[in-house]
């Protein structure tokens, strides 16, 4: 694919500019998901990484490396320890989401069970810190460990939160900062920190990948009630499995007390019937949380923008600007 096609989507312009990274990316990914003794890890493995996806977190370590002028190796490794890190925290979100599909395949631990998935998800959280040593820099360890220890605790807290009413925009942020923004920002802040860049320039990557993330999120949320089988989207997956998302949580602060207690008896307490989906929709729509759901991610989206400003200009560079707007467009 030609690195000018104007049609080509920016994830798509960004592997075709790193595409000999990204080979040498997945080379490592295949070596270091091998296992001696354990010949389920590299099955398991295997039939997530061959699925496809954008691979989007290891391309932002790529690109943010390239773009501050790295020519050493490490930036491979960090891909590498990103994407492995992704792969875990897929492996048990759908363990804990009791998910059958991901990707449009039937998920690991239906093909196998739960306890292949946890463990093989395990394996690869070790295999990522491994790698993540290799680098030599105590820094990059100290982010990626930071980024670690921070999905986990999102994760955590989205349990808790995700069924209760009460919980706050504020809360809806953390539980996104964790559970999506806090990789992207480690992916893109250790490209300028193995290469070597400023303070400034390391803050501003990690600044543009944290909102990025956030709107990243906020849209994947939004498409929950807002999709179509052309954005990869179930309608309303999200509304059966109870999530209290961005749009929910502003409809239930905008609630009167009968469109309360739909909320209540829907994500609460879990009971649901024929034509409630539509319901929600209808009052998400009454209320305008859509919409500015939307703005909201459009905001995030003008941040990470704003930050890549302030790094050198190039392809590179032109390319993460396009992916920012690229995120939002999927709801346009």
């Known amino acids: 694919m030609s690195l000018d096609n104007p049609s080509a989507k920016p994830h798509e312009r960004l592997s075709a500019a790193l595409a000999d990274d990204m080979t040498a990316v997945n080379a490592l990914i295949r070596a270091r998901m091998a296992s001696e003794h354990a010949p389920r890890i590299p099955e398991v493995t295997a039939h997530l990484v061959d699925a496809g996806g954008k691979r989007l977190r290891p391309l932002l370590t790529l ?5 501050c002028g790295y020519d050493g190796p490490y930036h491979v490794h960090l891909a590498a320890t990103v994407e492995f890190i992704h792969t875990a925290t897929l492996l048990h979100d759908d363990v804990v989401d009791e998910s059958a599909k991901r990707r449009g395949r ?4 239906l093909l196998w069970d739960n306890k292949s998935s946890v463990l093989v998800g395990d394996y690869l959280f070790a295999r990522s810190f491994q790698l993540m040593t290799e680098t030599g ?13 921070t999905i986990a605790e999102g994760e955590v807290l ?12 504020a809360v ?3 539980v996104v900062r964790g559970k999506t923004a806090a990789l992207f920002s480690a992916a893109t802040e250790v490209g300028g920190v193995i290469a ?8 501003a990557l990690y600044d543009y990948g944290d909102a990025l993330g956030i709107a990243f999120q906020i849209v994947d949320d939004l498409l929950d009630y807002w999709g179509s089988e052309a954005t990869g989207k179930n309608v309303g997956d999200d509304f059966r499995e109870r999530k209290l998302t961005l749009p929910v949580i502003k409809a239930v602060a905008l609630a009167d007390a009968e469109e309360r207690a739909f909320w209540q008896r829907t994500i609460e307490k879990g009971k649901q019937g024929d034509g409630d989906l539509e319901h929600a929709i209808a009052l998400l729509n009454k209320h305008g949380t859509l919409e500015a759901t939307r703005q ?15 790094l050198p200009e190039s392809p ?4 993460l600007i396009d992916l920012a707007d690229y995120v939002v467009a999927r709801v346009n």
């Not at 690109?63 to 773009?67: C, K, N, Q």
């Not at 039937?106 to 631990?109: E, G, K, M, R, V």
């Open 106 to 109: 039937p998920t690991a631990n």
């Open 63 to 67: 690109a943010s490396a390239r773009l």
């Open 316 to 319: 590179l560079r032109d390319m």
């Open 137 to 149: 820099s105590l820094r990059v360890l100290n982010i990626l460990s930071d980024a670690a220890a």
């Open 196 to 203: 070597g860049r400023s303070d400034a320039e390391v803050q």
């Open 296 to 310: 909201e991610a459009l905001d995030w989206v003008g941040k990470a923008k704003a930050a890549m400003g302030t």
């Open 158 to 169: 989205q349990l808790t939160a995700a069924q209760d009413l009460a919980t706050t925009e």
């Open 172 to 174: 809806y942020l953390q």
